[in-house]
Each structure stands twice: as structure tokens, then as C-alpha cells.
């Protein structure tokens, strides 16, 4: 019984602290000059991204930048990981059960949105995702805050366009937006 006692304490403590630290290091990142230009894409944008570590985050935004867009005066930035840049960005938590996260052999990525408001700063709140499928099947999924950003486990293996529809909730607005992603 204390050894259970003790592993429940450890868990408990564990998701606290990453939850405490996922919040407490959205730092500004107005230098990378996200809100001054509407939309880019990722044969604009993902060079600039990639291996970039942001040192006042104490993290390093991975995966491929999808699409970046303003909405609300909210900037959006999705991002596609795949499944190494998934377990590296989950190291420590392999077995926990998460918003967003699934065991399933199917998943192919981990879809990652971070929603940054006007004054620079990572906005917080509920994040879901509803994903519509090449062959109009649906899938929903909240997702797992972390990292200043949101996220969710998703199967993309057939080929065709998925539609995308982000709905989140901060303590000022709700926020919807929709994006499509083609599988080739």
C-alpha cells in the first residue's frame, strides 16, 4: 500500500510541475516577427524554425510549421510533428494518460497549435481539434497543453485533404479557426 501511495505522490506531483512549467515559461517571442505578416506557409516560414531553440521558453518548438495565420488578433501557428519529434517532446512521460494523446498504432503525428496574443505572450485555455478525413469521416480530440502550445495525437495515413477545424477557449474569447492539410 505505500509503495502505490507512493507512486500516486510521485505521478501527481510530476503532472503539477509539468503543468506549473508548461504556463510559467510562456516568455514573449515577438522576435521572430509572427504578427507582422498575416499568413505564411511553410515553404515560407519552416526554415526558420527548425533546430531553433527558444532558450527564454527552456523549450524548442518542433515539427514542421503547417501554416501560420491571425485570427481574432490571436497569431496561430500550427505544427505537424512526427512520431520522433513526438517522443522526444514526451520524454519523461511515456505511460501518463493525456488529453490529446493515444496508444493507438495508428497515429502517424502529433498536430501541435500555439496561440500567441497581441501583447506576444501564449494565450491559455481549452483547445480541441475536429478533424474531417479524406473519406469524411470524423475524429475529435481535445488536446494536451505544453510548451506554450496545445496538442494532439492524429492518424493522417491515406492520402487526400484532411480539414481541420481548431476550436479554443481563453479567458477573454473563444477562437475558431479551420485549415486544411493534404496528405500527397
Do not use: C, W
Amino acid at each position: 500500500m505505500k509503495r502505490k501511495s507512493s507512486k500516486i505522490f510521485f505521478v501527481t506531483t510530476f503532472g503539477l510541475l509539468f503543468v506549473f512549467f508548461s504556463f510559467a515559461h510562456a516568455e514573449d517571442h515577438s522576435q521572430h516577427n509572427h504578427g507582422s505578416q498575416p499568413q505564411k506557409t511553410v515553404s515560407e516560414e519552416t526554415q526558420s524554425h527548425e533546430g531553433h531553440d527558444m532558450a527564454e521558453n527552456k523549450t524548442q518548438i518542433k515539427g514542421q510549421l503547417i501554416i501560420e495565420k491571425n485570427v481574432d488578433g490571436y497569431t496561430l501557428s500550427y505544427y505537424l510533428l512526427n512520431l520522433e519529434e513526438r517522443k522526444e517532446t514526451m520524454k519523461g512521460m511515456e505511460g501518463m494518460k493525456m488529453h490529446g494523446m493515444s496508444d493507438s498504432p495508428d497515429v502517424t503525428n502529433h498536430l501541435m497549435v500555439y496561440i500567441k496574443g497581441s501583447d506576444g505572450k501564449y494565450a491559455s485555455g481549452k483547445v480541441g481539434f475536429n478533424i474531417t478525413n479524406p473519406d469524411a469521416t470524423t475524429f475529435k480530440s481535445l488536446t494536451m497543453g505544453m510548451y506554450g502550445g496545445y496538442g494532439a495525437d492524429v492518424i493522417f495515413k491515406a492520402k487526400g485533404k484532411y480539414k481541420i477545424q481548431m476550436k479554443a477557449t481563453t479567458s477573454d474569447k473563444k477562437i475558431n479557426d479551420e485549415i486544411t492539410y493534404e496528405v500527397k
